[in-house]
């Protein structure tokens, strides 16, 4: 079976960890400090990064960081369900705001129309890879009192006019999973140029836990003594892990490359044939692309998509609506609220793409593709 996604692992990596595992520090330590730098480089000037143990660790810390608790996030339904989980967990109710039909990434229009004075945050995803409207958002964000959070699990390596996916948004979250443009096996990062916001990140991550005598209540009390000024967890990523991620980020610039020429590959393939739909092309944005959606006629969505399975390709499906999950249709989400979402997911499939698909591989799931939709 050729996955739809995978890691790529090379002796450098290897390497990297274990050395990690030789030394002092298995879990927070000098590698978690270089990883976080070397995020930043990638993430953009003047950015401050925390890394997290997942994409979904690094969305709550976004949340919690943007006090959305008591109000409201307007969000995309067409993205995995931490975007929208995490912050139902973090206090706020969650209003969901139809995609555009070509990008599937959220709709500026749909999102302003969903504003109301109970809004904290706009989280918009960046969908595939491919960069929602940055300024955009942000924009409608501040004139909104909220703050725009960028749900960038798909998009490290993304690039808008040269300038990295990591400083368009008030807070911007990165997932490291092994699927995505890199991996630390789990991991995540959030990204923000806002000192307040980055320390406020900080501080969540570590259980709220002051040891600056200088900030404490009570710095008298003893060498021994820390304190807690909010609440917060324990998402630390571990050194070990860091190592990993250090190592891989000096390959982004050639994943980057890589999953290009397969997308063009692929596209090439499709682009003229009746009944199916090739991923938007960039408008002013040089995507890392992390999935290849390809669109089918819907009523043979099913149909293609087992074809593909029993041929051994990998496909997958990105995303059911969130709001279709069994716990936000108990909390009252209606089906049929987003409706240009609901039909990209019913004519949605997502093709391999990673690092070390060979040529012979895409032309394999081309050809497969191809006599399943002729089929
Ligand atoms: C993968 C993903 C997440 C969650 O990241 P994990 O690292 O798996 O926790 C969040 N949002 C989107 C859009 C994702 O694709």
């Not at 964000?141 to 300038?163: N, P, Q, R, Y």
């Not at 020429?261 to 938007?280: G, K, M, N, Q, T």
């Not at 987003?338 to 039909?343: D, G, L, R, T």
Request: glycine content about 8%; proline content about 5%.
């Amino acid at each position: 079976m050729i996955p739809y996604g995978r890691q790529s692992i090379d002796d450098a990596d290897l390497d990297a960890v274990a050395e990690a595992l030789r030394s002092d520090w298995l879990t927070t330590g000098p590698r978690v400090d270089e990883f976080e730098r070397a995020v930043a480089a990638a993430a953009g000037a003047g950015t401050r990064v925390t890394a997290v143990t997942s994409g979904t660790a690094a969305l709550h810390v976004a949340y919690a960081a943007a006090r959305v608790a008591g109000g409201e996030v307007v969000t995309t339904p067409l993205t995995f369900a931490a975007t929208a989980s995490t912050a139902v967990l973090q206090g706020a109710d969650v209003v969901f705001a139809d995609v555009d039909e070509d990008t599937g990434n959220l709709s500026l229009e749909a999102a302003a129309a969903a504003v109301t004075s109970r809004t904290r945050a706009i989280t918009a995803v960046d969908y595939a890879g491919l960069p929602v409207d940055q300024a955009g958002f942000r924009a409608l964000a501040e004139s909104a009192g909220a703050l725009f959070v960028e749900d960038a699990a798909h998009s490290i390596g993304s690039t808008v006019g040269g300038v990295p996916v990591g400083t368009g948004a008030h807070l911007t979250a990165f997932s490291f999973f092994p699927t995505k443009n890199l991996t630390t096996a789990e991991g995540g990062a959030v990204v923000t140029t806002d000192p307040e916001l980055d320390r406020r990140a900080r501080s969540f991550r570590n259980h709220g836990l002051v040891r600056d005598k200088s900030l404490q209540r009570w710095p008298d009390e003893g060498p021994w003594h820390q304190e807690v000024h909010e609440f917060g967890l324990n998402y630390r990523l571990p050194d070990v892990l860091a190592a990993l991620g250090i190592s891989q980020l000096r390959r982004l610039a050639a994943f980057k490359a890589r999953r290009a020429e397969i997308v063009a590959r692929y596209s090439a393939a499709f682009a003229s044939v009746d009944d199916l739909r090739v991923p938007a092309s960039p408008d002013g944005a040089e995507p890392m692309w992390h999935l290849y959606p390809l669109r089918v006629p819907a009523e043979r969505r099913r149909a293609i998509f087992e074809h593909l399975r029993a041929a051994g390709i990998g496909v997958q499906v990105n995303y059911i609506p969130v709001y279709w999950h069994p716990v936000f249709a108990d909390l009252g989400y209606q089906r049929g609220q987003c409706p240009v979402a609901e039909s990209y997911y019913a004519s949605e499939i997502s093709l391999p793409l990673y690092v070390g698909l060979t040529d012979a591989e895409v032309d394999r799931v081309i050809d497969a593709v191809l006599a399943a939709v002729r089929g």
